[in-house]
């Protein structure tokens, strides 16, 4: 059962629209199940078209009393409003079972406490089999405002109770970090366009992924903008500063032809203007793509900032859980924009599920996090995808899922774990489609039966406790090639076996020497490091012995531009 309150200012547009047809002629039977006062709310539904006035007139009384002896000035927002609407694949309530449910969430959000005399006048309307909407006007008798903080909230936990003694699908409860769903009316708009989600949520999924991958707020905007999505930004009356900002999508348009408006905090909590600069650097620091010799690092620098991600999410320091949590619904993004196989679509879609798990009532601190969102952001700019490496990453990414799903649970946070056992499943669909080949290729391409020996002696002396397993594993003749590999990429095979074999998920591993295999994989190839740092102390020596020539003045002729160049 959701319930979702919303305020206003429109008391007499509502209730046309509770008692009208709808937008599509959806509107059955549109009739009051409970009130404030059964035998004073005329009802619509029940009684001629003249009702629709002298409802609202009669709704509409108790603000007008108190807007007079306020003298004039009308209270903001006086409109609180709440459709409840039961979980699909429930049972239908009656207009009895409705009614109680009405009275019981008036109560909890404090609109209508029980036996408050002075409480506000509400209503609420039936129209539908599966939900109902409760209106009232928050002014009370004794002309104070109804204390609503938390009404949402409280709404929802109360809907928990009555799904479990109506018999009604237990829902999990929120912590009021999660998005906006859409309208009713954002839906039926998008169903009437041919499209399979709504504005409000494309551009969250476009302003997530170009928020991971930009490095400065002048990007974000930018890069937004190149998409074709329209920007409007809100400046500071004294500084002249970004204090907000709103998105459009291309061809968004409400009947007047104008472009419809979505706040950042609309879209989602942490994009906000002040959520996202939390996240990105200083915008006078910020640095620019680095484009690494190996195009292989920005996806072993995300995977060995993942594995220490784990580690966090066991340090008891919540903050830092969570700072590294949002980074990596930051990665998650990029890794799928990196991705060129068909299992890219099964990265987006662990994206956009993570999405709900990336954020909850911890706040995060996201500079313990710098690490990982810097190397998400690398590979962002990164060009080829690595084969095996990509893979050790995707195996790497599906771990961690798994492990904030359990962070979650321990906190009480519903629904942020099953967010995040859903990106699991996503990744793990994934990773199977990707390493099913990777796998079979290394399998084809196993060293000869003596090198094989050898390796199984180095299993044997560095993992005694997990040789028998690692040995008798499916991938194990996967695993010899690619201790070939790292033998020739300069790494001794029985101490890179002792030193990946120290980390977790060993003892638990269904696949041991899967899971050593990806660990290896990731590893950096040392002969190609030697490489590149004796070249580059080559070429400083080179260069210290070479007088510096003197600053040469800005060419001002076309030959003096040439020479230069």
């Known amino acids: 059962m959701v319930p979702d309150v919303s305020t206003g200012s429109n008391t007499r547009g509502l209730i046309v629209y509770l008692f009208g ?24 539904g029940r009684a001629s078209k003249a009702s629709y006035s002298q409802l609202a007139k009669r709704l509409d009384h108790h603000v007008d009393l108190r807007t007079r002896e306020l003298g004039g000035k009308k209270p903001p927002q006086h409109v609180w409003h709440c459709p409840v609407r039961t979980a699909p694949g429930d049972r239908y309530l009656t207009d009895a079972e409705w ?269 313990a996090a710098a690490a990982l969102r810097k190397a998400a952001k690398e590979l962002a700019y990164a060009s080829g995808e690595p084969g095996g490496l990509a893979i050790a990453l995707l195996f790497a990414t599906m771990h961690l899922a798994r492990a904030a799903a359990k962070w979650h649970e321990q906190r009480g946070h519903e629904q942020q774990a099953a967010a995040a056992e859903e990106a699991f499943r996503h990744l793990h669909a994934g990773y199977q489609q990707a390493a099913a080949p990777a796998l079979a290729d290394l399998a084809r391409r196993a060293p000869g039966v003596a090198t094989a020996r050898r390796f199984e002696q180095d299993v044997r002396a560095a993992l005694p406790d997990h040789a028998d397993r690692i040995l008798a594993d499916p991938t194990w003749t996967s695993l010899t090639t690619t201790l070939a590999q790292a033998e020739t990429a300069g790494h001794n095979p029985r101490r890179l076996l002792a030193e990946v074999g120290a980390q977790r998920e060993l003892d638990s591993a269904e696949h041991p020497a899967e899971v050593l295999n990806w660990r290896i994989t990731a590893q950096p190839n040392r002969r190609m490091q030697a490489a590149r740092r004796q070249s580059t102390i080559s070429g400083t020596s080179a260069r210290s012995a070479t007088p510096h020539p003197p600053a040469t003045p800005v060419a001002t002729r076309p030959e003096e531009r040439s020479r230069h160049r």
């Open 21 to 44: 047809p709808g937008r599509r002629d959806e509107h059955t039977d549109p009739h009051i199940v409970a009130a404030w006062d059964m035998a004073g709310a005329p009802d619509p």
């Open 99 to 367: 009614a109680e449910v009405a009275r019981r969430i008036v109560h909890a959000a404090s609109i209508a406490p029980e036996g408050d005399d002075k409480a506000c006048r509400w209503i609420a309307v039936r129209h539908a089999d599966d939900h109902i909407h409760i209106m009232a006007t928050t002014v009370r008798a004794d002309g104070r405002r109804p204390r609503t903080h938390q009404d949402g909230q409280r709404a929802q936990a109360e809907c928990r109770k009555i799904e479990a003694e109506f018999g009604l699908r237990r829902l999990k409860p929120g912590d009021l970090t999660a998005p906006r769903t859409p309208t009713g009316a954002e839906r039926a708009k998008a169903e009437r366009q041919g499209q399979t989600v709504t504005a409000r949520q494309w551009l969250r999924e476009q302003a997530y992924a170009v928020a991971a991958a930009v490095r400065t707020e002048a990007d974000y905007f930018t890069v937004l903008q190149s998409l074709g999505i329209k920007v409007k930004t809100r400046l500071g009356p004294e500084t002249g500063d970004v204090i907000g900002y709103s998105l459009a999508a291309p061809g968004d348009t409400n009947a007047a032809g104008e472009p419809v408006w979505y706040g950042g905090s609309k879209l989602a909590p942490d994009l906000s203007i002040n959520r996202l600069r939390e996240r990105l650097p200083d915008q006078k620091v910020a640095d620019h793509p680095r484009y690494v010799a190996d195009p292989a690092d920005p996806w072993r620098h995300t995977t060995t900032a993942i594995h220490a991600a784990r580690t966090v999410l066991d340090s008891g320091d919540d903050a830092a859980a969570q700072g590294h949590l949002a980074a990596f619904g930051d990665a998650l993004y990029n890794i799928a924009s990196a991705t060129t196989g068909p299992h890219r679509a099964e990265l987006q879609a662990a994206a956009m599920a993570f999405n709900r798990a990336r954020r909850s009532a911890t706040r995060a601190d996201h500079q």
